[in-house]
């Protein structure tokens, strides 16, 4: 086994959304994208007061990737054109796939508003290679108890939400192949985590900070790695918490325009065109 090396390390910068705190680590002024991982926001760490209005992505159409969604602290209500619907608490996650087209809301849910709370969560974009562009929208919903928490040599944790670890296989059968993660590491932990050859990983440092071949990984920053190996060797003296992934590159055009993700601008109007045409409804999303 052979440990990849960095390739560069990224900063997540503050683009905040109203009063909900953000940092996007991509794409940015110096990553466009892991391909196939297109995307990042990590929304708090923040306290919301009692009386809140919550989290503010109301009704919004999605064509042609991915949306994983992980929920740290808090909760999140989820209502999609589909008919899939799902209240999500802290440690549970939520994979759309929006496919040919679908209308979601993501909420905070009528408790939370009243009472408050910590809330801290994960949104990561997956592209869709040109075939599978559009696909039948589908939908799981996951709460912490229903993903894998596998214990790994050297103390660390690995919350297993797609792929393969350790001989183990994680809920959500990715349509690509995506192996998806989140990665607990205790003060002095370590942990080698599987990059196979040819594959493009994504780590990103949620909490604490993570140590990769002596250099410093502190939280926020996302690690770009060379194909030089197929491991990743992780130690976290003070402690991290880790969101780890590793899919097989698409290689194909990316045009992106707000919440589509296609592949020409033909496909992007085309995209547009159905959306206002109300081709992505087939039940009302409520607020």
Known sequence: MTARTIKAKHAAYRDDISDLITRRPVPNRGLDQVDPFLFLNHHGPQVYKPGNNGLPFGPHPHRGFETVTFILEGSLAHM??????????????????????????????????????DMEILQLWVNLPPELKMTTPRYTGLQAADIPAISADGGATVNLVSGQFAGKTGPVDSLTGVMMSTVEM?????????APKGRNVFFYVVRGAASIGGKAAPKFDLVDFNDDGDTIEVSAPEGAYLLYGHADPIGAPVVARG????????????????YQAGKFNREPVNT
């Open 80 to 117: 999609d054109t589909g008919g899939h619907e799902s209240v999500m608490h802290a440690g549970g996650v939520q994979w759309m796939t929006a496919g040919s087209g679908l209308v979601h809301a993501e909420l905070s849910p009528p408790e939370f508003k009243r009472d408050g709370g």
């Open 186 to 194: 205790p003060a002095g932990s370590a942990v080698s985590l599987p």
């Open 259 to 274: 919440p589509f993700v296609m592949n020409t601008e033909a496909e992007i109007r085309d995209a547009i065109e159905d």
